[in-house]
């Protein structure tokens, strides 16, 4: 399998596009500007294969065309399901996802499953405003049957690159072998995601 189709999930604000736009340009940007849904793309040898990587940013706002989060997890092969430690409401929000995630792929041999859903708790550096303690998001990823990561798109590079190559690796091994379904919406080049960059719209933390 070339095509390694990884989606991105977690509630409003969590820090799903700082994390995927850390990993693809190194940087974080503080207030990344997207008002839909988009699809990034990148080429990445893993064990000197050549893979396709298909990243999925939804969007939290209602925007035309949306797709639902069942089409979402039908869609992808590997998930990385995000909360923000200081805000708990969105572990509650991340802990039902990772449970959609295993009835909807309840067919999917367990040694599969196991390694391509991700549980991620964002923002480590405010943990001075901690609102979930690292065992609890400890106990629903082994819950869950998921990996667990705690960290922060703010300061951690490593760590982040680190975590998508993991999954990448780990969905490419997978074996998974879906039929590839409609994707959940366009794609979005790099230039796109430079303009987003630098075009940014003004969010409030
Ligand atoms: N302190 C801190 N702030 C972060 C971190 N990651 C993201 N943020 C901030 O959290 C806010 C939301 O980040 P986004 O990346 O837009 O979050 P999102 O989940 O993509 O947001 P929606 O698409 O609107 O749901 C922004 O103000 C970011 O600067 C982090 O690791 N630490």
Request: glycine content about 8%; aromatic content about 8%; overall charge positive.
């Amino acid at each position: 399998m070339n095509d390694i189709k990884v989606a991105v999930l977690g509630g409003e604000g969590v820090g799903k596009s700082a994390l995927i736009v850390r990993f693809l340009t190194k940087r974080f940007i503080g207030e990344y500007a997207s008002s839909s849904e988009c699809i990034y793309r990148k080429r990445m040898s893993v064990d000197g294969r050549q893979l396709n990587l298909e990243l999925y940013d939804p969007c939290s706002q209602p925007c035309e065309g949306k797709s639902t989060l069942n089409e979402q997890i039908h869609w992808a092969d590997g998930f990385v399901v995000v909360y923000d430690i200081s805000d708990r409401s969105s572990f509650l929000a991340a802990t039902a996802i990772v449970h959609l995630i295993r009835e909807l792929n309840l067919g999917v041999a367990k040694r599969d499953s196991d390694s391509v859903v991700f549980l991620v708790g964002n923002k480590q550096d405010l943990c001075h405003m901690r609102e979930v303690d690292k065992e609890e998001g400890q106990r629903v990823a082994a819950d869950g049957r998921c990996q667990f990561y705690e960290l922060s798109a703010a300061e951690h590079y490593q760590e982040v690159a680190l975590m998508f190559s993991k999954m990448v690796r780990n969905a490419s091994l997978g074996g998974k072998a879906k039929e590839r379904r409609r994707r959940p919406s366009g794609s979005k080049s790099m230039a796109k995601l430079i303009n987003n960059v630098f075009g940014k719209r003004r969010k409030s933390v």
